[in-house]
């Protein structure tokens, strides 16, 4: 069993920066992906960005260039640095984590909201 912490988030004007932190913890750890998604209101959840443990990273196309992800093995925790924020990217983030036999996690969620 997996448990994802968060922590991060607010509230920030356009233009603005955020960091969003995820800690995983359980008593076997065999996480391969960790990363980012997202859910706007009225909309589907959405992948922001990914990284394997080897530091492969996989960006939305909507965010390439402004965010970037990292991750720390040892400490099993990934990061998400967000930069020049817009509006569109207010959503509730959810930390994910998939282990090497497929099996998946996801956090409570963190709010993000982005004022113009």
């Known amino acids: 069993q997996v448990q994802l912490v968060e922590s991060g988030g607010g509230l920030v004007q356009a233009g603005g920066s955020l960091r969003l932190s995820c800690a995983a913890y359980?008593?076997?750890?065999?996480?391969?992906?960790m990363g980012w998604y997202r859910q706007a209101p009225g909309k589907q959840r959405e992948l922001v960005a990914t990284v394997t443990g080897s530091g492969s990273t996989n960006y939305a196309d909507s965010v390439k260039g402004r965010f970037t992800v990292s991750r720390d093995n040892a400490l099993n925790v990934v990061g998400l640095q967000m930069n020049t924020l817009t509006p569109e990217d207010t959503a509730v983030y959810y930390c994910?984590?998939?282990?090497?036999?497929?099996?998946?996690?996801w956090g409570q969620g963190t709010q993000v909201t982005v004022s113009s």
């Open positions: 359980g008593s076997f750890l065999n996480i391969n992906v």
């Open positions: 994910h984590a998939q282990t090497y036999n497929y099996r998946h996690y």
